[in-house]
T-cell receptor, first 116, second 110 residues
Framework: EPEVTQTPSHQVTQMGQEVILRCVPI?????FYWYRQILGQKVEFLVS????????KSEIFDDQFSVERPDGSNFTLKIRSTKLEDSAMYFC??????????????FGNGTRLTVT | GQNIDQPTEMTATEGAIVQINCTYQ??????LFWYQQHAGEAPTFLSY????GLEEKGRFSSFLSRSKGYSYLLLKELQMKDSASYLC???????????FGRGTSLIVHP
């Protein structure tokens, strides 16, 4: 079964550094998402991306964050000037259409980001 | 906000049936999802309800009452591997994108 892949699985960075989290969504999917989950807390929506532009974003997704689809397969999340509170598991997801029964979100295994 | 409420933790016995409830804010509702998440892993899709009633899928069923803002996930013939967090998520407020609740941690014991 096709799956969403994320790299790296773990990333440790120092406060103030920039990180790029990478995702390869399922190949025929058109909608892409980033969520994050701080340890012990709920999965939080960050941003969705469709037709080469951001379609929705949450309050968390401020100017520190950006997303890009640099080519036909990758979808990246960049965090500029990381803060301690950015430490979390970051999940990429994709769907072939708007989320529904026939088009659920498929999640990758996540990148655990630790900011020291 | 979406005001999604679920019990924090439940325990059940292998082979039994368990029902995990979820209540949510009804305004602007656009569908209710259930996901399973094992510790340290990605959420995996279980079910989706947009109309009232019961959707059955093997050992798992999900129910929705839109007027009451209520859903439940029913797990039958529990197995040890069903120990996981069960996440209720709804689309709404002008968006189809799932917003997740805190999840219910289910512990299945022998």
């Amino acid at each position: 079964e096709p799956e969403v892949t994320q790299t790296p699985s773990h990333q440790v960075t120092q406060m103030g550094q920039e990180v790029i989290l990478r995702c390869v969504p399922i190949s025929n999917h058109l909608y892409f998402y980033w969520y994050r989950q701080i340890l012990g807390q709920k999965v939080e929506f960050l941003v969705s991306f469709y037709n080469n532009e951001i379609s929705e974003k949450s309050e968390i997704f401020d100017d520190q964050f950006s997303v890009e689809r640099p080519d036909g397969s990758n979808f990246t999340l960049k965090i500029r000037s990381t803060k301690l509170e950015d430490s979390a598991m970051y999940f990429c997801a994709s769907s072939d259409n708007r989320p529904s029964y026939n088009s659920p979100l498929h999640f990758g295994n996540g990148t655990r980001l630790t900011v020291t | 906000g979406q005001n999604i409420d679920q019990p924090t933790e439940m325990t059940a016995t292998e082979g039994a049936i368990v029902q995990i409830n979820c209540t949510y804010q009804t305004s602007g509702f656009n569908g209710l999802f259930w996901y399973q998440q094992h510790a340290g892993e990605a959420p995996t899709f279980l079910s989706y309800n947009v109309l009232d009633g019961l959707e059955e899928k093997g050992r798992f069923s999900s129910f929705l009452s839109r007027s009451k803002g209520y859903s439940y996930l029913l797990l039958k013939e529990l197995q040890m591997k069903d120990s996981a967090s069960y996440l209720c998520a709804r689309g709404g407020g002008g968006s189809y994108i799932p917003t997740f609740g805190r999840g219910t941690s289910l512990i299945v014991h022998p």
